[in-house]
């Protein structure tokens, strides 16, 4: 079984950076995508960014422009950099990645515990 262990939220005043990271437990034999999602209370789960096994990303249309995707594929990681921080971030952050473990079985679903970004206003 894999975790994804999400490190980097807290407490930032509006305007301000924050940089969340996730870390895989064990490799994969191979990556379809990994992103970042955030649910904020009352509110289902939005993509925040992803990014696929070519290194094509995909941002929400309230974070383009000012959060940044990349991962570390010979660590199992993927970062997110968010910049500009509104209080309208405020949310949950959940890492995800689809992968596999041998060709023969089809992609699973992993998800981290999820970390708290709060923006102050």
């Known amino acids: 079984q894999v975790q994804l262990v999400e490190s980097g939220g807290g407490l930032v005043q509006a305007g301000g950076s924050l940089g969340l990271s996730c870390a895989a437990s064990?490799?994969?034999?191979?990556?379809?995508?990994m992103g970042w999602y955030r649910q904020a209370p009352g509110n289902g789960r939005e993509l925040v960014a992803r990014i696929n096994s070519g290194g094509t990303t995909t941002y929400g249309d309230s974070v383009k422009g000012r959060f940044t995707i990349s991962r570390d594929n010979a660590k199992n990681t993927i970062n997110l950099q968010m910049n500009s921080l509104k209080p309208e971030d405020t949310a949950v952050y959940y890492c995800?990645?689809?992968?596999?473990?041998?060709?023969?079985?089809?992609?699973?679903?992993?998800w981290g515990q999820g970390t708290q970004v709060t923006v102050s206003s």
């Open positions: 995800k990645i689809v992968g596999r473990h041998n060709f023969v079985n089809g992609p699973s679903d992993y």
């Open positions: 064990r490799a994969f034999f191979s990556i379809d995508y």
